[in-house]
């Protein structure tokens, strides 16, 4: 799509002559090519974006969970076979202070997980205000 000499603005629906500069009427960006903002059901390719940092933070930190819980199935097992009996009482303090630990790791990866929801929801809630935006404004503009 070529950026025309002058064009309704897609946010407020107000005559634009130069479709490069930001609409003096509602302040919208300046229209580019290929922008997608006049479709009605188009979204654009920048709300869209995936977390994928994110993903992987919360992946890492779940998989670090894991891999402490096996450390401390190890470690329990290495205490008893070395010392039997008289190694409960530290192997005891050992294990909660893994469990809690492994837990705290596990809680952050959920935490990140709804971090990237509340990112996902704050997208969809500007999409939406926008496009209720650009419909009051056609709406006030079809009024006299």
């Known amino acids: 799509m070529q950026v025309q000499e002058g064009l309704n603005c897609p946010e407020c629906n107000?005559?634009?002559?130069?479709?490069?500069s930001v609409c003096p009427t509602c302040g919208a960006p300046p229209v580019r090519p290929g922008d997608k903002?006049?479709?009605?059901?188009?979204?654009?390719?920048?709300?869209?974006?995936?977390?994928?940092?994110?993903?992987?933070?919360?992946?890492?930190?779940?998989?670090?969970?894991?891999?402490?819980?096996?450390?401390?199935?190890?470690e329990v097992v290495s205490g008893l076979m070395a010392d039997a009996g008289a190694?409960?009482?530290?192997?005891?303090?050992?294990?909660?202070?893994?469990?809690?630990l492994a837990g705290l790791m596990w809680g952050v990866g959920d935490i990140t997980v709804l971090l990237i929801d509340l990112g996902h929801d704050i997208r969809v809630s500007r999409i939406l205000l926008g496009r209720i935006n650009a419909e009051l404004h056609r709406?006030?503009?079809d009024q006299p």
Do not use: C, H, N, W
Not at 43 to 51: F, H, I, K, N, S
């Open 14 to 20: 107000t005559y634009r002559s130069d479709p490069k």
């Open 37 to 74: 903002r006049a479709q009605e059901e188009e979204v654009r390719t920048q709300d869209l974006e995936p977390y994928v940092t994110l993903r992987y933070i919360a992946r890492l930190f779940k998989v670090l969970a894991v891999l402490m819980l096996l450390m401390m199935i190890g």
């Open 87 to 100: 190694a409960l009482p530290v192997l005891i303090g050992e294990v909660t202070q893994m469990l809690v």
């Open 139 to 141: 709406r006030g503009a």
